[in-house]
């Protein structure tokens, strides 16, 4: 149902491609968690986000894309939908995606509030891919990006290549553990970012929402 007087707007915010033969019932199961957590009774009828100007959430068959910029009033128990949506969504997935999520605080007013006040906002990263060496390779990606493009301010892009090996590096060690005796895929490899960050937020001041 409805949630009133909710103490946070959640934006999602992703693209995520999807396998070749995926259909659309098993998307609808996969965002079952989000559908009904917005009081919906199918995806066809959650998918419309709270804002008009967002386009909600919608499957481009063209290429087996599943596009979310999508808003709905809620709680932090909107972390558990979150949590079972990317459990559903790993199944689908064709390759590893980053999708974003924003809690932006309602009784939050940054004009008229009392300035020692802090806004409830929160930022996630969340990753989802068909294996645990796809979602490493857009961690490595996002997080390559993220450092080369504060330490381009200091330095040439060409100089930078030690800092990329040492992420590579990490991350090596990093799939090395998680593997152990098991074989689950490809290590991540060093290629180009996709913009973003992984954890929490990214710096000072308020989250803009995004515009479109």
């Known amino acids: 149902m409805p949630r009133y007087n909710a103490p946070f707007e959640i934006h999602v915010h992703g693209d995520v491609p999807l396998r070749s033969d995926v259909s659309f019932e098993q998307i ?13 009774k199918s995806l066809a009828d ?3 986000s709270t804002y008009e100007e967002e386009p909600g959430i919608r499957f481009e068959q063209k290429d087996h894309t599943l596009q979310i910029c999508w808003t709905v009033p809620g709680d932090e128990d909107f972390r558990q939908a979150l949590d079972e949506m990317c459990m559903g969504l790993n199944e689908l997935s064709e390759r590893g ?4 999520v924003t809690f932006y605080d309602t009784d939050f007013d940054e004009e008229e509030g009392d300035p020692d006040e802090e806004s409830r906002d929160d930022f996630l990263m969340l990753f989802v891919g068909p294996n645990p060496a796809a979602i490493m390779q857009v961690q490595r990606d996002l ?11 200091h330095f040439d892009g060409a100089e930078l290549g030690g800092v990329v090996a040492e992420i590579d590096r990490l ?26 960050g992984s954890g929490g937020g990214h710096g000072g001041g308020r989250r803009p929402r995004h515009l479109h």
């Open 143 to 153: 997080l390559v990006e993220d450092v080369v493009n504060l330490m381009e301010r």
């Open 97 to 100: 995606a980053a999708i974003e």
């Open 171 to 196: 991350f090596s060690d990093r799939f090395d553990a998680l593997v152990n005796s098991l074989e689950i895929g490809k290590r991540p490899r060093g290629a180009g970012g996709a913009g973003g």
């Open 46 to 48: 959650g998918a419309t």
């Open 28 to 40: 609808q199961e996969a965002l079952r968690p989000l559908w009904k957590y917005a009081g919906a």
